[in-house]
């Protein structure tokens, strides 16, 4: 069972331009069996409209603290105390203002002043806004009050000013969400390293290797990881993806960077490396290479990057107790797959098809095999933050297991 499935969650959108990511949150909420029932304010309507918010929420939308209908039977005051978590989304200056003065001239306000529901606030809005000391004051009274944020992010916003204010990126609203909705914390207590993303190798000043590794699924897990209640450290080569919240994030350029980063992370108690860590290096040119009219292609002479899931997997008393690969293949995946597993030494690998039709390479979607010891077992194409979630919580039952010593029979057949 997904985390979070069936709870239900109140959402509030407002009038800001970021209304438009409140869609995308509902359904991502959906795809994790969250039950949500949209509250649209006049100002949000102007951004968002009734129609697509009630289809992707899959409830009719909220709006008239005078429905006749509805008041009938104290609407408000239903949906107040109907749901699990009341979200606000986008948390404007305006309505941190008026839920701070306790004002309830329309059906949000009157909810939110009506509820004894958590409530986690969203907030986006200028940057100036954002730093005023009124906003600030505003916060500093919910938040005594028990009011839980997430965000807002630094970045360029749709005012053209860069700075605070822009509200959180969808993982980061799901994380904070299902860390309301779920109090278990199957990994609490434990560590984990996770390396995601591509490397860049340099060839000179503006030239490098690379491959097309987005880092996705690497910070959905970390991202999941946390929320479980895993002590996380993330190493990221170059991605454009926001840190994963709750998660200390180490960003790196290199192969040997990244190494020398999971070795200062150790020892933990998990250790996932989705990262497509490119294979070989070359010595660079402090100089940009020239194209001389005539003059043959120059050659580069590859150099191999040392083998970070293998060498986490060699057995040490640093060894994690749990050490999962990937195995990004085109071809033959479930064999290249299960014999890198052996090779490498570690316990799991998570295979997955990369080849240019299946789209997952860079894409929002996965489907993967997942490798052990006992064989091979296929999860269905998912959502990258769903295949996370299912994965930490195979992880989950895993180390609540008794640990064993490992298969000698196995160990030997594992090739060099």
Same mark, same amino acid.
């Given at each position: ?26 359904? @991502?909420?959906?795809? #994790?069996?969250? @039950? ?39 609407? #408000? ?10 979200? /606000?989304?986008?948390? +404007? =200056? ?5 839920? %701070? %003065?306790?004002?309830?001239? $329309? ?23 954002? !730093?005023?000391? =009124? ?5 500093? *009274? ?10 807002? &992010? ?6 053209? !000013?860069?700075?605070?204010? @822009? ?14 909705? $779920? ?12 390396? %995601? ?6 060839? $000179? ?45 180490? @960003? /790196? !350029? +290199?192969?040997? &960077? ?70 990004? !293949? ?7 797959? *299960? ?52 994965? /930490? ?24």
């Amino acid at each position: 069972m997904m985390a979070g499935a069936g709870r239900r969650v109140l959402l509030v959108v407002c009038g800001g331009i970021a209304a438009y990511k409140a869609l995308e949150l509902a359904r @991502r909420l959906r795809e #994790h069996g969250i @039950r949500v029932h949209p509250v649209l304010t006049a100002a949000g309507a102007r951004f968002v409209t009734p129609m697509a918010l009630q289809a992707l929420c899959g409830e009719r939308v909220s709006s008239d603290l005078f429905s006749l209908t509805e008041e009938s039977e104290m609407g #408000h005051i239903a949906l107040s105390r109907s749901s699990d978590l009341i979200v /606000v989304c986008p948390a +404007t =200056a305006d309505i941190l203002a008026r839920m %701070a %003065a306790g004002l309830a001239d $329309d059906l949000a306000t009157t909810l939110l002043l009506a509820t004894d529901t958590p409530v986690l606030a969203a907030p986006a809005m200028n940057v100036r806004m954002w !730093e005023h000391p =009124a906003t600030q004051a505003n916060i500093a *009274t919910l938040r005594a009050r028990g009011v839980t944020f997430v965000g807002p &992010e630094n970045g360029l916003m749709a005012c053209n !000013e860069s700075g605070p204010g @822009r509200l959180a990126e969808p993982e980061a609203m799901i994380a904070a969400i299902l860390r309301q909705l $779920d109090g278990e914390k199957p990994l609490a207590g434990r560590s984990a390293l996770v390396t %995601a993303g591509p490397t860049h190798e340099p060839v $000179d000043p503006v030239r490098y290797l690379a491959n097309r590794s987005s880092g996705t699924q690497g910070y959905a897990i970390a991202a999941a990881l946390a929320h479980a209640g895993a002590k996380v450290t993330l190493v990221s080569g170059p991605t454009t993806l926001p840190d994963p919240a709750g998660v200390t994030t180490i @960003r /790196v !350029e +290199t192969a040997r &960077e990244m190494l020398d980063a999971c070795q200062q992370a150790l020892p933990c108690d998990i250790a996932i490396c989705a990262a497509a860590v490119a294979d070989w290096h070359v010595a660079p040119n402090s100089q940009k290479i020239k194209k001389a009219a005539g003059s043959p292609p120059p050659v580069l002479h590859l150099v191999p990057n040392p083998d970070i899931l293998a060498g986490l997997s060699q057995p040490s008393p640093l060894r994690p107790r749990l050490v999962i690969g990937f195995a990004a !293949e085109t071809e033959h995946v479930l064999s290249h797959a *299960t014999a890198k597993r052996l090779r490498k030494g570690c316990d799991w690998i998570v295979a997955n098809d990369v080849s240019p039709a299946t789209g997952i390479m860079g894409g929002t979607e996965n489907e993967i095999s997942l490798i052990d010891a006992t064989g091979c077992e296929h999860w269905p194409r998912l959502d990258k933050s769903q295949v996370a979630h299912k994965l /930490v919580a195979r992880i989950a039952t895993c180390l609540r297991a008794p640990q064993t010593d490992p298969d000698p029979q196995e160990a030997d057949e594992r090739l060099p």
